[in-house]
């Protein structure tokens, strides 16, 4: 288990038009925070949304040509190739109310997204393929 103290805390709202991952990832980097915690709310006007499949050990993507508001949006920031790397995930719901989600790719146009950043102080995780899980670049696991 690692254990890390929270730093600063930054509140933040994504250009209309940009990818949602590449926005998150580039205000991760802009502020230096090298873990952390990720979340947010807002809207896309399209998603891309991926399931990992054990038996083919690759993603299923399903892609989602539509407005939609985000529910929920929650990640984390912790290191990969000695870089920040942002895992987040999403909860959407569409004009109908209907919610579903997925593991956020590139591929999700936001309309609006006011994301919180707060930044982990201590030594990160560090992602590694894991054979356990189909070679999924996670967190060692500390028994
Ligand atoms: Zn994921």
Known sequence: MYELKTGRTFLVRLAPGSDLLEGITEKV????VRAGLISGIGALRKAAVGI???KTQEYHINHIDRELEICAL???VSLKDSE??????LTLSDREGKAFGGHCIS???VFVCEL??????GDSPVREPQDECGGLA???RQD
């Open 107 to 109: 591929g999700c146009e």
């Open 29 to 32: 980097v802009r502020s230096g």
């Open 116 to 121: 919180t950043i707060i930044e982990l102080l």
């Open 138 to 140: 996670l967190w060692p």
């Open 52 to 54: 990992f499949d054990e």
């Open 74 to 76: 929650t990640g984390n």
């Open 84 to 89: 920040p790397f942002v895992h987040c995930h």
